[in-house]
């Protein structure tokens, strides 16, 4: 079945780069898109970029300049890094496929 | 970017009763090949989001048929006829036309 599952640092200090990993199974990131997610504590959902079935990305505008997805397929894993990382950058990050499929999401706290 | 607007942002509504959330795009979301990607994603409290309607008014497989989506170009609408406690939470507007794709600030369902 469809399963999808973030996985990263839960602190990041101010100023320093995220990196988050979501590894997907049970279908190819050559078939389907991934997004990338977040969700500030106590706030709504924001997307941030995504990654196309052929390797192509796309970003949030304000988040853009900071911000890169990458993907490996033949380990079936999407990266995210971010850099620049301030407290406004605290939050749960999803990686979900067509915003169908979601996975349970990871938290960082940025924070010194 | 598109701006996708909901309304209300909190609606109080007691078991058994009807409820209905507007979301209105600051462009048509009806892309090239003819289609409107238009979702409305769920998320009750402290779990990941949950795609319930896609298209505008496609039921994912599982969502119960008391649940509607309508519209068109630029205005769109979620309806939930009789109400169960397991529909209270947050619903999300997303358009998945134009990139950079982009999420309404979220609705809160309540009990009255």
């Known amino acids: 079945q469809v399963q999808l599952k973030e996985s990263g640092p839960g602190l990041v200090q101010p100023s320093q780069t995220l990196s988050l990993t979501c590894t997907v199974s049970?279908?190819?990131?050559?078939?389907?898109?991934v997004s990338w997610v977040r969700q500030p504590p106590g706030k709504g959902l924001e997307w941030m970029g995504v990654i196309w079935t052929g390797g192509s990305t796309a970003y949030n505008s304000l988040l853009k300049s900071r911000l890169s997805i990458s993907r490996d397929t033949s380990k079936s894993q999407v990266f995210l890094k971010m850099n620049s990382l301030q407290t406004e950058d605290t939050a749960t990050y999803y990686c979900?496929?067509?915003?169908?499929?979601w996975g349970q999401g990871v938290m960082v706290t940025v924070s010194s | 970017d598109i701006v996708m607007t909901q309304t209300p942002l909190s609606l109080s509504v007691a078991i058994g009763q009807s409820a209905s959330i507007s979301c209105k795009s600051s462009?048509?979301?009806?892309?090239?090949?003819?289609?409107?990607?238009l979702n409305w994603v769920f998320q009750s409290p402290g779990q990941s989001p949950k795609r319930l309607i896609y298209?505008?008014?496609k039921l994912d497989s599982g969502v119960p048929d008391r649940f509607s989506g309508t519209g068109s170009e630029t205005d769109f609408t979620l309806k939930i006829s009789r109400v169960e406690a397991e529909d209270l939470g947050v619903y999300y507007c997303?358009?998945?036309?134009?990139?950079?794709?982009?999420f309404g600030a979220g609705t809160k369902l309540e009990l009255k």
């Open positions: 462009q048509s979301l009806k892309y090239s090949d003819g289609k409107t990607y």
């Open positions: 979900a496929r067509d915003y169908h499929y």
């Open positions: 997303c358009q998945g036309s134009y990139s950079p794709y982009t």
């Open positions: 298209q505008v008014s």
């Open positions: 049970g279908f190819s990131l050559t078939s389907y898109h």
